[in-house]
């Protein structure tokens, strides 16, 4: 066999050799997810009233409450809180009393569990409000 011949078969032989190389194992770095669950509640509430709403959360993250819609006044404040539910009674951990239409409530939770949403009268009511709330969270 020539001298160029077996150059370029021994020059073929390391391309597939170093094709076939495995460069060790592969790492895939996984972005943790960040999925949300938003939950609409609705009802009336009456003037010295109060509404409550348990959710359950999933996992540990960022959560809020925004008092989406208030009517027929969408200027009254009523007050909007988070807070821990035991199953008979909503414990507010985040309050805001002086809430209007478009006021949001932003809380962290450190673990699963049960949570509630309230609104209430603070005073200001003279008649019925309906309102919605929407709650966002892990």
């Known amino acids: 066999m020539p ?25 895939t770095t996984t972005t943790p997810s960040t999925a949300t669950t938003t939950e609409t509640f609705t009802d009336t509430l009456n003037p010295n009233g109060a509404k409550t709403f348990p959710f359950t ?12 819609t208030v009517s027929p006044d969408s200027t009254v404040a009523i007050g909007l809180a988070l807070g821990t539910w035991n199953g008979t009674v909503c414990q507010i951990i985040l309050a805001n009393d002086n ?3 478009g006021t949001v409530v932003t809380g ?28 966002v969270h892990p």
Do not use: I, K, W
């Open 57 to 68: 959360v999933a996992a540990a993250g960022t959560m809020t409450a925004t008092l989406t």
């Open 3 to 27: 001298r160029s011949t077996r150059s370029l078969l021994f020059v073929v032989a390391v391309a597939l050799g170093l094709s076939a190389c495995n460069n060790g194992p592969t790492t």
């Open 99 to 101: 809430a209007p239409q």
């Open 108 to 135: 962290s939770a450190t673990t699963t569990g049960t949570l509630c949403a309230r609104v209430y009268d603070v005073g200001n009511l003279t008649g019925d409000e309906s309102f919605v709330v929407t709650v």
